[in-house]
């Protein structure tokens, strides 16, 4: 089907709870920036009718994904739909999945916490194996749509204290597999990664600092995270780099990705966590990681947003021209 110039890029915004607003600011800002580019855009919410009609009547020239917390399920709408598509994809999206992360880190031989893995489905009897844990531990919900709610510290690995069993129903609410981490001591960091035309590309780490619990239950919003900079061994920094060009050729990952990481006080490195949202507040990482390179938020959101989707419409203009150029030889 030759491509329709004047027809809209589709940028998809769409998140759980209080993902949902901020995939809506970063969904506008990217809308801004093609249009800068001349790329006609237009913003959809996922699952919305005007979205499945617009998919329909093949209004649209590519989808483009920057939903939160619903990773990896607007590929297929644009394959169905024969769309090309820029975004987290089914691959790109399990990163985000605990334990398949586990899996690649242990097998990558990189430190991860020793962890236990509760099933929604198992008998709460099973719960006695967080006890081979020994000594404090981090409970977490494992999958993608949740990202890091529920997050909480417990001081002993004891299956049987109140408070941990009614935190486990709590997430098994929410999610059905809870990962439960040995908590390993040492500094804290978020350090960020860029696979763009610029090549690769390591970020500065920050710290993490937290406000009070992470996940209000009773209120059912996420507490506010910040940023400082913090100075990091180099054999730790080499390891991270190192990590960071593996996760990108196993995951597919293109853009903007993190890794959360314990750094202990002789330089090894623990990493619990890892993802590939991009946030606009002065909350998240990346904008406060930009800024100490020089880097306005625009120029971080042309490169993770923009350019691929140019390239990816240059590809698909290519591939229209060729069959038309074979016909007038």
């Known amino acids: 089907m030759p491509i329709i110039e004047n027809r809209p890029v589709g940028v998809l915004a769409g998140g759980r709870g209080v993902l949902q607003g901020s995939s809506e600011v970063v969904a506008g800002r990217v809308k801004t920036l093609l249009e800068s580019a001349d790329i006609a855009a237009a913003v959809f919410q996922y699952g919305s009718e005007e979205f499945a009609a617009a ?10 994904d920057v939903t939160y917390g619903v990773y990896g ?9 024969g769309l090309g598509f820029v975004g987290t994809g089914a ?9 398949r992360l586990k899996t690649f880190l242990s097998r990558s031989r990189v430190r991860t916490p020793a962890h236990v893995v509760l099933d929604a489905h198992a008998q709460p009897s099973s719960w006695s194996a967080i006890s081979l844990l ?26 049987w204290q109140p408070e941990l069993r009614e935190h486990i129903g709590q997430l098994f609410a929410l999610d059905q ?14 350090l960020g990664y860029e696979v763009s035309r ?14 009070a619990l992470l996940f209000d239950h009773s209120v059912k919003t996420s507490k506010r995270y910040a940023f ?20 990108a050729a196993e995951f597919d990952l293109t853009g903007c990705f993190y890794v959360n990481a314990i750094v202990a006080d002789d330089g090894d490195v623990s990493v619990f966590d890892a993802g590939a949202t991009v946030g606009l507040t002065e909350h998240s990482y990346f904008p406060a990681a930009a800024a100490l390179r020089g880097d306005a938020l625009d120029d971080l959101l042309v ?8 390239d990816l419409l240059r590809r698909e203009s290519a591939t229209q021209r060729e069959p038309a150029e074979m016909e007038t030889r």
């Open 134 to 159: 020994a000594g404090p531990i981090v409970v977490k919900p494992a999958t993608a749509d949740l990202l890091s709610a529920g997050v909480r510290f417990f001081d002993a690995a004891d299956p």
């Open 177 to 190: 597999t809870v990962l439960v981490e040995r908590y390993v001591p040492g500094l804290e960091i978020c």
């Open 198 to 211: 610029r090549g690769f590309e390591m970020y500065r780490p920050l710290t993490i600092t937290k406000e």
């Open 228 to 247: 400082t900079p913090v100075d990091v061994p180099a054999s730790a920094l080499r390891q991270l780099s190192r990590l960071g060009r593996t996760m």
């Open 73 to 81: 399920r607007a590929e297929s709408l644009a394959a169905a739909a």
């Open 55 to 64: 998919l329909a009547r093949g209004d649209l020239r590519l989808l483009q």
């Open 91 to 99: 691959r790109q999206a399990e990163v985000y999945d605990k334990v």
């Open 303 to 310: 490169r993770q947003f923009v350019e691929p989707v140019e």
